[in-house]
C-alpha cells in the first residue's frame, strides 16, 4: 500500500500517519479548564494565544502518541487513550490492530503545519497541511509504500475530556495544499 493510501486509509479508519519528530515535540495540554477563543471572540490576545497554544500542543501530542503506537504497533497504547478518544480513537485502535495482524508497522515523521480555527468552550478545530513522511513497513522492515511528496488537507476536531485536550474527529479535506 502507497504511503498516502496508508494515510488515507488512516484518515478513514484512524486518522493519519507522523511521528514523534513532528514539530512541537511531545508536549501535552495542561490540566486547566479550556478558554473561550476564536478568530470572533472577545477574547484577549493573550488567552487567545494561551488557548491555541495548549489546543496545538494536544494536536501534536496526538500524532507523537498515533507513531509510538505505531511501532511497534500496539492497538491498546496508554498514549493513544490519552491523547485521542470517542470515534476517533476507536478507529485507531482497528486499524493499529488490522495493522498488527498483517505484522505491520507504521514509521516515519510528519511535517505538521497546524493553525488553530477556533476553540470554544469545551470545543476545538484545528486545520493542517501536512507532509507525510512516514511509511507502513512489514516485519522484516521492508517498506511497503511509496512516499508521495504531496501535502494533505485535514480539519480535527479536540474535545476538552478528563482535563485535556483530545483528538475527536479528523476529517481529509483534500491533497495538494499549501502549508501556512
Not at 6 to 21: D, E, F, N, P, Y
Not at 46 to 73: I, K, N, Q
Not at 93 to 117: H, M, S, W, Y
Not at 130 to 145: C, F, M, P
Request: hydrophobic share 45%; charged share 20%.
Amino acid at each position: 500500500m502507497h504511503a498516502a493510501s496508508a494515510v488515507a486509509l488512516a484518515l478513514a479508519l484512524v486518522g493519519s500517519a507522523c511521528s514523534s519528530g513532528v514539530d512541537g515535540g511531545s508536549a501535552s495540554a495542561g490540566a486547566t479548564t479550556p478558554s473561550t477563543t476564536s478568530a470572533t471572540a472577545g477574547t484577549t490576545a493573550s488567552s487567545a494565544t494561551a488557548a491555541d497554544a495548549e489546543v496545538l500542543a494536544a494536536y501534536r501530542a496526538f500524532w507523537d502518541a498515533y507513531l509510538v503506537a505505531a511501532d511497534p504497533m500496539d492497538p491498546e497504547h496508554p498514549a493513544l487513550v490519552a491523547h485521542a478518544t470517542g470515534e476517533q480513537l476507536e478507529t485507531v485502535q482497528k486499524a493499529f490492530l488490522a495493522r498488527k495482524v498483517g505484522g505491520e508497522v507504521i514509521r516515519g515523521t510528519l511535517d505538521l503545519a497546524p493553525r488553530v480555527v477556533s476553540v470554544v468552550d469545551e470545543r476545538a478545530t484545528v486545520r493542517d497541511c501536512y507532509l507525510d513522511n512516514s511509511g507502513v513497513y512489514d516485519a522484516a522492515g521492508t517498506r511497503k509504500d511509496t512516499a508521495s511528496g504531496v501535502r494533505h488537507l485535514i480539519t480535527a476536531s479536540l474535545v476538552w475530556e478528563g482535563g485535556a485536550w483530545k483528538v475527536s474527529d479528523l476529517q481529509k479535506e483534500g491533497d495538494g495544499c499549501t502549508a501556512a
